[in-house]
């Protein structure tokens, strides 16, 4: 059964940094470079935020105008882990990220969440002075 995990949130500092790993296992019939990473984040009371987006070779990426030029997306699939490393943090970026694998990949942009085929259970992280 495949499970993604989610790791790396925690409390930091605004213009600090954070890096999430997605570590995934279980998979069956495809492996772990067939799939299409998401990273999502959610705050209480707000819409779900698709926040970037990795092909399966890693050699597409995207990223939403909220976090593009701070956040980077990557992929060791040797490893089956995807990553998300956060640079100049705000206090808006305060949310439970998920990292969210489906085996679709548009050309213009990232897919969104009714297209996710597994999710992770989500990581905290809080930004705060």
């Known amino acids: 059964q495949v499970q993604l995990v989610e790791s790396g949130g925690g409390l930091v500092q605004p213009g600090g940094s954070l890096r999430l790993s997605c570590a995934a296992s279980?998979?069956?019939?495809?492996?772990?470079?067939?799939?299409?990473i998401v990273w999502f984040r959610q705050t209480p009371g707000l819409e779900r935020e698709g926040v970037s987006c990795?092909?399966?070779?890693?050699?597409?990426?995207y990223y939403a105008d909220s976090v593009k030029g701070r956040f980077t997306i990557s992929r060791d699939n040797a490893k089956n882990t995807a990553y998300l490393q956060m640079n100049s943090l705000k206090h808006e970026d305060t949310a439970v990220y998920y990292c969210?694998?489906?085996?679709?990949?548009?050309?213009?942009?990232?897919?969104?969440?009714?297209?996710?085929?597994?999710w992770g259970k989500g990581t905290l992280v809080t930004v705060s002075s």
């Open positions: 969210a694998a489906a085996l679709v990949w548009y050309a213009s942009n990232c897919p969104s969440g009714p297209n996710m085929n597994y």
């Open positions: 279980g998979f069956s019939g495809f492996t772990f470079d067939y799939y299409t």
């Open positions: 990795i092909s399966g070779s890693a050699g597409r990426t």
